[in-house]
């Protein structure tokens, strides 16, 4: 049966100027300094409705005027540029042995970034609840003592994400129907800025594509390397998050039907023959960055069977790379977390398999490197999901 899809609504006024606001804002972050002239120029928007417009961003001090510039035909323009001096944009990760807060300004500025050490795995989601709302709190009083606005925060956690910000099953964090946003919402009783939450890899894909070299990159998929492994997807310069926001989960892709048994209880999976758990021995997740530095240590030494299990895992890991490659044809695949301190001997095994096993000649051109953006990659992320809404009309009120 073909059914016909009724096509989009005609937009209430409200929704056009938020709409206009916010190809302004996006313009000026992307070419400040720049006139109101060249705004008009390049969006097409008539001058007087840049003018106001702009008048609208400078109330909201989302923008800001700067010099005159003269090197230009005609007569000197009043340059523009982003303010957002006066805002914050904040983004927490919570994982099973750390949590994680970044703020940014509208800019991306980083105005700071805590690590601290987390039961994660051992706690439960009322006492992960409570450790992540203090960590918040005491992060929004940083910013709110430096006279700024917090525009929103957004929580990556290692797990399936419904599309209204449930947490539906975090395994490694024990997990299950968690409502993170609600619950933090009420901790830390109503604070006016949105909560969001979102999967892990998907808000590192995101910092990978607003902060990261690749930034900008319209095709970018992300693997996060730690003892689970997901995938953040970026196609046409648009995060993907399929249907109940599930996408992603390549880490419980068959790789090999006689491979080792995985924590979700199927055989063979990607991350139980390429995730970090097959090259450390503790299931303590403390423990295992310590680990991670004494296989780095053995391999820097030329130790023969570390760099035989290395090229094993990179291997593995190309057929992965390989299946997400055929499927999606991304720009690059970016290697997050531990994968970044084994990038030396993982990449080039990784590199090899996947060009191997890839439909596209040259495979395709797509580059795999590692993550340069460090832990904090998800938190960061976070900070860039709020910057989105922001660019997306969602504004603070003037
Ligand atoms: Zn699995």
């Known amino acids: 049966m073909i059914t016909s899809s009724t096509g989009p609504r005609p937009a209430d006024f409200g929704d056009v100027r938020a709409t206009n606001l916010a190809v302004v804002l996006r313009f000026v972050r992307d070419n400040a300094p720049c006139s109101r002239a060249d705004i008009a120029a390049s969006t097409g928007l008539n001058k007087a409705t840049v003018s106001s417009l702009v008048a609208d961003l400078i109330d909201r001090?989302?923008?800001?005027?700067?010099?005159?510039?003269?090197?230009?035909?005609?007569?000197?323009?009043?340059?523009?540029?982003?303010?957002?001096?006066?805002?914050?944009?904040?983004?927490?990760?919570?994982?099973?042995?750390?949590?994680?807060?970044?703020?940014?300004?509208?800019?991306?500025?980083?105005?700071?970034?805590?690590?601290?050490?987390?039961?994660?795995?051992?706690?439960?989601?009322?006492?992960?609840?409570?450790?992540?709302?203090?960590?918040?709190?005491?992060?929004?009083?940083?910013?709110?003592?430096?006279?700024?606005?917090?525009?929103?925060?957004?929580?990556?956690?290692p797990g399936l994400i419904g599309?209204?910000?449930?947490?539906?099953?975090?395994?490694?964090?024990?997990?299950?129907?968690?409502?993170?946003?609600?619950?933090?919402?009420?901790?830390?009783?109503?604070?006016?800025?949105?909560?969001?939450?979102?999967?892990?890899?998907?808000?590192?894909?995101?910092?990978?594509?607003?902060?990261?070299?690749?930034?900008?990159?319209?095709?970018?998929?992300?693997?996060?390397?730690?003892?689970?492994?997901?995938?953040?997807?970026?196609?046409?310069?648009?995060?993907?998050?399929?249907?109940?926001?599930?996408?992603?989960?390549?880490?419980?892709?068959q790789i090999d039907p006689q491979g080792p048994r995985c924590r979700c209880g199927r055989t063979g999976c990607l991350e139980a023959v390429a995730g970090i758990g097959v090259l450390v021995s503790t299931t303590d997740p403390a423990e295992v960055e310590s680990e991670i530095d004494e296989v780095v240590r053995r391999a820097k030494a030329g130790d023969a069977a570390t760099l035989d299990q290395l090229a094993t895992v990179g291997r593995d890991l190309g057929r992965g790379i390989a299946i997400a490659a055929n499927l999606l044809d991304p720009d690059a695949v970016i290697l997050g977390g531990y994968y970044v301190p084994l990038a030396p001997w993982l990449l080039p095994a990784a590199a090899d398999q996947a060009r191997a096993l890839s439909i596209a000649a040259d495979f395709g051109g797509c580059e795999i490197v590692a993550s340069t953006l460090g832990y904090g990659a998800a938190a960061l992320g976070g900070a860039a999901?709020?910057?989105?809404?922001?660019?997306s009309g969602r504004l603070p009120s003037p």
């Open 61 to 157: 001090r989302l923008v800001r005027e700067t010099g005159l510039t003269e090197n230009r035909v005609g007569r000197p323009a009043t340059m523009l540029v982003l303010d957002g001096s006066p805002y914050a944009s904040i983004g927490l990760e919570v994982n099973v042995d750390y949590l994680t807060a970044v703020a940014v300004d509208l800019s991306g500025e980083r105005l700071l970034s805590w690590r601290r050490a987390f039961p994660g795995a051992t706690a439960t989601p009322a006492q992960a609840v409570a450790a992540v709302a203090a960590l918040t709190r005491r992060v929004v009083n940083r910013m709110t003592k430096d006279q700024r606005q917090v525009l929103g925060v957004a929580v990556a956690v």
């Open 385 to 391: 999901r709020v910057l989105d809404s922001v660019d």
């Open 163 to 253: 599309t209204d910000g449930t947490v539906r099953v975090a395994p490694n964090l024990g997990w299950h129907e968690v409502d993170l946003a609600g619950d933090l919402a009420k901790a830390l009783r109503d604070p006016g800025f949105p909560i969001q939450v979102e999967n892990d890899a998907n808000l590192a894909v995101l910092a990978e594509h607003r902060f990261g070299p690749l930034g900008g990159t319209p095709n970018l998929v992300y693997l996060t390397g730690e003892v689970g492994v997901g995938a953040g997807v970026i196609l046409d310069g648009r995060l993907r998050r399929g249907g109940q926001g599930f996408s992603g989960e390549i880490g419980h892709i």
